[in-house]
Nanobody, 119 residues
Framework: QVQLAESGGGLVQAGGSLRLSCQAS??????IGWYRQAPGQQRELVAT???????NYLDSVKGRFTISRDNAKNTVYLQMNSLKPEDTAVYYC???????????????WGQGTQVTVSS
């Protein structure tokens, strides 16, 4: 059983920075995604990092957010700079496991960490 634990959220003024961490236990992580969900909004994918450290970002966070990983610590980070009020959301890390055929066979989520950006 994989367990994901996010940390690092908080309250910050616009223009500030936060670094979120997602530490895994129970398995060595493969590809990881950071999602966020604002009140009344659908959950959206913010950034992904593969086991080989390839990265993808939501257009609205490109140039401001950086996803990285420390395999020795089994931890994935999301460095968020130049934060905006519209970045306010609960941030979740997610780990999906696929079969060799590409079928989703497991889908793990952390409990989420609140990020609030004041204007």
């Amino acid at each position: 059983q994989v367990q994901l634990a996010e940390s690092g959220g908080g309250l910050v003024q616009a223009g500030g920075s936060l670094r979120l961490s997602c530490q895994a236990s129970g398995s060595t992580l493969g590809a990881i995604g950071w999602y966020r969900q604002a009140p009344g909004q659908q959950r959206e994918l913010v950034a992904t990092i593969s086991s080989g450290a390839s990265r993808n970002y939501l257009d609205s966070v490109k140039g401001r957010f950086t996803i990285s990983r420390d395999n020795a610590k089994n931890t994935v980070y999301l460095q968020m700079n130049s934060l905006k009020p519209e970045d306010t959301a609960v941030y979740y890390c997610n780990y999906k496991i696929y079969s060799t055929r590409g079928d989703l066979i497991a889908d793990y989520w952390g409990q989420g960490t609140q990020v609030t950006v004041s204007s």
